[in-house]
């Protein structure tokens, strides 16, 4: 099995600073790689897939980068509907796997 | 739009069974492999099954194998997870997603709201 691993695990960031998250697989996933946001209550919702390609209606202050075992989402300004939980997902390999999450809260 | 509406849940006892529904709309439902990924109290997202766009090959997690099965009815848009020798630590809230094409190896584009279910004596 995959291991990702998310770091860090909270991350307290002030409106309009810089975010940036970083996931990390046990082995090489390729650019098999996906991003999504879980606010309390609601339904993950999907950001970037293939790495660093943004899901339909995604703002662009979304961005994803990396391959092989070493990936990272940025948020550039982050907006108040931004604080959320964010996870990685690889699609490489059975099973497919999630990191821990990433707690984006206002500092 | 995309719509998933997952139904079933609710307190089971150990050792019981449960059958989630998934009720889906605004695609072509028979074009897409599902997947069921849950979410236990405190923890972090899980993947638990798949199943091809045509019903012909499921996937499980580990920790499910021969006791939750995943099935599908493409004429009724609807996607299952039967659950059987429930334990305590499958009490979760449970996801129904669609994966975005007819791979089962993919990222998950659409989800419904969940269903808990909450397995307790």
């Known amino acids: 099995e995959i291991v990702m691993t998310q770091s860090p695990a909270t991350l307290s960031v002030s409106p309009g600073e810089r975010a940036t998250l970083s996931c990390r697989a046990s082995q090489s996933v390729s650019s098999n790689l996906a991003w999504y946001q879980k606010k309390p209550g609601q339904a993950p919702r999907l950001l970037i897939y293939a790495a660093s390609t943004r899901a339909t209606g995604i703002p662009a202050r979304f961005s994803g980068s990396g391959s092989g075992t070493e990936f990272t989402l940025t948020i550039s300004s982050l907006q108040s509907e931004d604080f959320a939980v964010y996870y990685c997902q690889q699609y490489n390999n059975w099973p497919l796997t999630f990191g821990g999450g990433t707690k984006v809260e206002i500092k | 739009q995309v719509q998933l509406v997952e139904s079933g849940g609710g307190v089971v006892q150990p050792g019981r069974s449960l059958r989630l529904s998934c009720a889906a709309s605004?695609?072509?439902?028979?074009?897409?492999?599902m997947h069921w990924v849950r979410r236990a109290p405190g923890k972090g997202l899980e993947w638990v099954a798949v199943?091809?766009?045509?019903?012909?090959?499921?996937y499980n997690t580990e920790s499910v194998k021969g006791r939750f099965m995943i099935t599908r009815d493409n004429s009724k848009k609807t996607l299952y997870l039967q659950m059987d020798s429930l334990r305590t630590e499958d009490t979760a809230v449970y996801y129904c997603a669609r994966g975005s094409g007819y791979s089962s190896f993919t990222w998950f584009d659409s989800w419904g709201q969940g269903t808990l279910v909450t397995v307790s004596s």
């Open positions: 605004g695609f072509t439902f028979s074009n897409f492999a």
């Open positions: 199943i091809s766009y045509d019903g012909s090959k499921t």
